[in-house]
């Protein structure tokens, strides 16, 4: 027999006798304003207040319980909260049985915790049990931690947390059992740890692991770069385990591979703007896009010098070279940018004039610095329009001078001097021809011969084939030469004294035969005889 029951039979009396807390039946037989008036059998009939039975009427069975009799009131009083009190109590001893839900109402702070109302039952809530903050007024959900009864007044201890917990537990199997992999969830961080990864409770029951090699395609794994914690993030479900109850998930498969974007954006011969992340002894690492990173060898870095970069350094790169089956990318930065040579001839078109260092002589050629990372070279050829000398005897390492801009020679900017003057061979072109005979001093020796200069500064040479062997030439001595080869295009002329000599006999000889003629002697030759010599008349 439980609770309710012996109530029950304690309250039942003989037929005729009415007492205090006894359950009666009766029948309703007057409405009146906020009384309703009940025929329970006694002399007088009994009132209830219409309050507790709102919708009763005439002629309606009521069943209630005396709280009020004596012979000295006319009406004994009714009330069915008892009654329903003694229900909701056999319903919370229920309840506590079967560890099933109790809805009951926040009524007032106690010590120590709340005062919860169930239909008139006060049970105590703990502040431990609250398992969130609560305020009175608040209708809530229970579980009964504990039901006693001293006496006839119960003793009951309720838990909101335990209820939450169960509550949590229940949509935590919910989302296991429904979840699968790929699918996009989102998450509170409770945890950051910069060495394993970033947790998260996904619909606030589930616990959801993020490891930090899933946080990017990228090098960066700091979760701190994406997340902080009480932020919500969206994740994609890796993998689900259902025995510990988490999940593991991907920051970057949400985002997609990006080499796969990357391959149908781009080609080769691109040029992209990338963020460098890493510096090497043998060149920069950089990242195009998160997932997307290159290499430039030390030889791509710049077209002059090894200039020096650093982390995070903003830099314009073209793509040589895209392995998608490696991942691999090489890069350049040196021809993501015009060539510094390229843009120096613009500035200087050839013709122009420029000052520059001279850096290093070597053989027959001169390095010249004209700007930073713009070089230009010299050739001996190029020094002077007379006959080449030796380069170290025009330019001097370390001096400053001007130069004439000819045009672009590979990497360095063709220079010369002698362009800096008016063109002495074309003067010569002009005023000589070849056969014509000049006398000019020897301006120098060489074993092949001797070099003799024109007036308009111009070198020719006089080979020593061409001077008879009987005339020895000297260096400061003018001879008389004849011009047997010019040509300016190639900027040269050749002499001979040869040339001159072969054709004296014939002037001697006509001079002979002028004398013979004019001569009175009988021992020379006719006049005739000289005429069919000449003519070579038989």
């Not at 090699?213 to 700091?222: F, H, I």
């Not at 954006?265 to 290159?294: F, N, S, W, Y």
């Not at 006089?462 to 260096?475: A, G, N």
Request: net charge positive.
């Amino acid at each position: 027999m439980n609770e309710f029951e012996k109530l029950l039979e304690e309250s039942i009396t003989f037929p005729g006798e009415f007492q205090k807390g006894q359950i009666v039946k009766g029948k309703v037989v007057k409405v009146s304003g906020d009384t309703v008036f009940v025929d329970i059998g006694y002399k007088t009939e009994a009132v209830i207040s219409k309050e507790e039975i709102p919708e009763i009427k005439e002629g309606d069975e009521v069943e209630a319980v005396i709280i009020r009799f004596s012979p000295r009131i006319q009406n004994p009083v009714l009330s069915r909260k008892p009654l329903e009190e003694q229900k909701e109590l056999e319903n919370l001893r229920k309840a506590f049985i079967e560890k099933s839900d109790v809805v009951g109402k926040v009524e007032r702070k106690a010590r120590g915790g709340f005062i919860v109302d169930f239909e008139g039952i006060k049970a105590f809530l703990p502040l431990s049990e609250t398992g969130r903050k609560i305020k009175e007024g608040q209708v809530l959900s229970f579980k009964i931690l504990d039901f006693r009864l001293d006496g006839r007044r119960p003793r009951i201890i309720v838990s909101h947390k335990v209820y939450l917990d169960e509550q949590r537990e229940k949509r935590r199997q919910e989302l296991l059992n429904t979840l699968k992999p790929k699918d996009v969830v989102e998450g509170k961080v409770v945890k950051v740890d910069p060495n394993k990864g970033v947790t998260l409770i996904v619909d606030g029951v589930l616990r959801a692991f993020l490891p930090k090699e899933e946080l990017s395609w990228g090098r960066d794994k700091n979760p701190y770069n994406y997340t902080d914690v009480g932020e919500n993030l969206k994740v994609k479900v890796k993998r689900i385990d259902k025995e510990k109850s988490f999940i593991i998930v991907s920051l970057r498969e949400l985002k997609g591979n990006p080499w796969e974007k990357f391959i149908k954006e781009h080609k080769q011969g691109d040029i992209l703007e990338g963020r460098v992340i890493a510096v090497t002894p043998r060149g920069v690492i950089v990242e195009l896009m998160e997932g997307i990173e290159g290499f430039v060898p030390e030889e791509e870095l710049a077209w002059e010098g090894k200039p020096e970069f650093k982390k995070g350094d903003t830099v314009k790169v073209k793509i040589l070279k895209i392995e998608p089956r490696k991942r691999r990318l090489a890069l350049s930065i040196k021809r993501a940018q015009p060539r510094p040579w390229d843009i120096f001839l613009q500035k200087h078109p050839a013709g122009s004039k420029v000052v520059g260092k001279v850096l290093k002589i070597e053989g027959s050629r001169a390095i010249v610095e004209l700007e930073d990372s713009v070089r230009g070279i010299i050739h001996r050829s190029n020094l002077s329009w007379t006959r080449p000398k030796r380069i170290e005897e025009v330019l001097k390492e370390g001096e400053e001078r001007e130069f004439a801009v000819l045009g672009l020679e590979g990497k360095y900017i063709k220079l010369g001097i002698k362009q800096l003057t008016e063109n002495p061979w074309e003067k010569v072109q002009e005023k000589y021809k070849v056969g014509d005979v000049v006398k000019l001093p020897v301006k120098e020796l060489a074993p092949f011969g001797a070099f003799l200069e024109l007036p308009e500064g111009v070198e020719g040479l006089l080979p020593f084939s061409e001077v008879p062997k009987h005339i020895r030439v000297r260096k400061g001595q003018e001879y008389e030469v004849k011009i047997i080869d010019l040509n300016p295009k190639e900027g040269k002329v050749t002499f001979s004294i040869n040339a001159l000599i072969e054709e004296k006999p014939k002037v001697e000889e006509e001079k002979e035969e002028a004398v013979v003629v004019s001569s009175p002697s009988t021992g020379g030759f006719k006049l005739g005889e000289i005429l069919k010599k000449k003519w070579k008349i038989q």
